[in-house]
């Protein structure tokens, strides 16, 4: 297991367009979080997973925003129509319960 | 005013000097977080605490939760240790027993 995977590492994409990014989790890990990251912020909580219910959301996951982990291992995130201020860091991370929290690398979207 | 707060947000030091990077929560938690964060997004646990202190190499991190306090350590700075630190807490309360709350990071420089 190489840690927590996401992809596409960078992604660029014309307003209005729908973009989906992929995480994939340690694979024993029960729970997956979604956090988006602004340039000179910390990042902050979208979404988490314990295995493939979505236990939370944030009042920051607009109603274009869409969140699944359908068989409790990979996940996906969709951005619908996507504006000037989603472009930032979506970085993923899983953990077992509450231990060994571990962070992909991230996805940078950069909305044109 | 934000539930986890960092001092300072910028620290510049010279090679081989001893950096503390300090961080404040108002809520109860069940646990604390360092992380390191690289230019290019990528997080890296560092820590995880919920009393006392841990030692990795040349970092310690120290948590006092009466005080509500926790400070990371590095002896011996080195240049490659330049990156943006982060103090993430679990909250302890209600639903969101999954999701971090994440400070702003300190940007940390280490001059040769």
């Known amino acids: 297991d190489t840690g927590v995977s996401q992809d596409p590492r960078h992604k660029i994409t014309k307003r209005g367009q729908n973009v989906t990014f992929r995480c994939d989790p340690i694979?024993?890990?029960?729970?997956l979080y979604w956090y988006r990251q602004t340039l000179g912020q910390g990042p902050e909580f979208l979404t988490y997973?314990?295995?493939?219910?979505?236990?939370?959301k944030s009042r920051l996951l607009s109603d274009r925003f869409s969140a699944e982990r359908p068989k409790g291992s990979f996940s996906t995130l969709e951005i619908q129509r996507t504006e000037q201020g989603d472009s930032a860091m979506y970085l993923c991370?899983?953990?077992?319960?509450?231990?060994?929290?571990?962070f992909g690398s991230g996805t940078r979207l950069t909305v044109v | 005013k934000n539930e986890v707060e960092q001092s300072p947000q910028n620290l510049t030091a010279q090679e081989g000097e001893f950096i503390t990077i300090n961080c404040s929560y108002s809520?109860?938690?069940?646990?604390l977080h360092w992380l390191q964060q690289h230019p290019g997004g990528g997080i890296v646990s560092l820590f995880m605490?919920?009393?006392g202190k841990k030692k990795h190499g040349r970092l310690i991190a120290t948590i006092n939760i009466q005080e509500k306090h926790s400070s990371l350590h590095i002896t011996a700075s080195h240049p490659r240790d330049s990156a943006v630190y982060i103090c993430?807490?679990?909250?302890?309360?209600?639903?969101?027993?999954?999701?971090?709350?994440f400070g702003k990071g300190t940007k940390l420089s280490v001059k040769p």
């Open positions: 991370a899983s953990s077992f319960n509450r231990d060994g929290y571990t």
């Open positions: 694979s024993e890990h029960n729970r």
């Open positions: 997973f314990q295995n493939e219910a979505q236990l939370e």
């Open positions: 809520v109860g938690i069940s646990a």
């Open positions: 993430a807490v679990n909250p302890q309360y209600g639903g969101s027993q999954g999701n971090l709350i």
């Open positions: 605490l919920s009393s």
